[in-house]
């Protein structure tokens, strides 16, 4: 069993900034990418930015030049900067990889709300 334990959402003004984490642990041979998604009410969940375990980034278009997506072996964070009232939503945190004993893994956080607002 994997867990995903996310922290750092809150509340912020436009403008500002935030600093989103999440460390897996548990049962794991390797990750192989680990993604943050965002999802707000009535609206399916998106990708925001993803990292690769050799380093490879891709971001929404929304997000470019604002978020970094950076990875430090099973902890991914998320900086975001310049927030902006649309960026709104629960984030959640995804691995993608093995269990020990080579079972395929896709794992979920369980979200963090972040608010921009004034």
């Known amino acids: 069993q994997v867990q995903l334990v996310e922290s750092g959402g809150g509340l912020v003004q436009p403008g500002g900034s935030l600093r989103l984490s999440c460390a897996a642990s548990?049962?794991?041979?390797?990750?192989?990418?680990m993604a943050w998604h965002r999802q707000t009410p009535g609206n399916q969940r998106e990708l925001v930015a993803g990292?690769?375990?050799?380093?490879p980034t891709d971001y929404a278009d929304a997000v470019k030049g604002r978020f970094t997506i950076s990875r430090d072996g099973a902890t991914v964070h998320l900086q975001m900067n310049n927030l902006k009232p649309e960026d709104t939503a629960v984030y959640y945190c995804?691995?993608?990889?093995?269990?020990?004993?080579?079972?395929?893994?896709?794992?979920w956080g369980q979200g963090t709300q972040v608010t921009v607002s004034s």
């Open positions: 548990g049962s794991i041979r390797s990750i192989s990418a």
């Open positions: 990292i690769t375990a050799s380093g």
């Open positions: 995804n691995a993608v990889g093995y269990y020990e004993g080579g079972i395929p893994l896709n794992s």
